[in-house]
């Protein structure tokens, strides 16, 4: 079955960096565009950025624009979430997600358009 499994989640300060993975396994992994959303408590899950099937095409939410990169290793199955700068307000559970979209260049920034979730790992910034 599908498994998408996220790790990297952890306690860091204001200004740091944290690195996240999510490894897929039971899916053409090539096939997918694949996304984070993070949700803060008593938030709604929201967008943070996605990546299309080749990597070739990528967009970021406003408020990780600059800070945060999305790529992905189609050889190793894993997409990869590079967040720099923290702030305490990207403190959330961060999720990863896959959208089977082959050969299209834009991503889906909705969180309906994903087919398969991650468990989630929680992301915690310290002031």
């Known amino acids: 079955q599908v498994q998408l499994v996220e790790s990297g989640g952890g306690l860091v300060q204001a200004g740091g960096s944290l690195r996240l993975s999510c490894a897929a396994s039971?899916?053409?992994?090539?096939?997918?565009?694949m996304g984070w959303f993070r949700q803060a408590p008593g938030k709604e899950r929201a967008f943070v950025t996605a990546?299309?099937?080749?990597?070739?095409?990528?967009f970021y939410a406003d408020s990780v624009k600059g800070r945060f990169t999305i790529s992905r290793d189609n050889a190793k199955n894993t997409v990869y979430l590079q967040m720099n700068a923290m702030k305490p307000e990207d403190t959330a559970v961060y999720y990863c997600a896959a959208d089977f979209a082959p050969l299209r260049m834009v991503v889906d920034t909705t969180s309906q358009s994903y087919h398969y979730w991650g468990q989630g790992t929680q992301v915690t910034v310290s002031s």
């Open positions: 990546i299309n099937w080749s990597g070739s095409s990528t």
């Open positions: 039971g899916l053409p992994f090539s096939n997918y565009a």
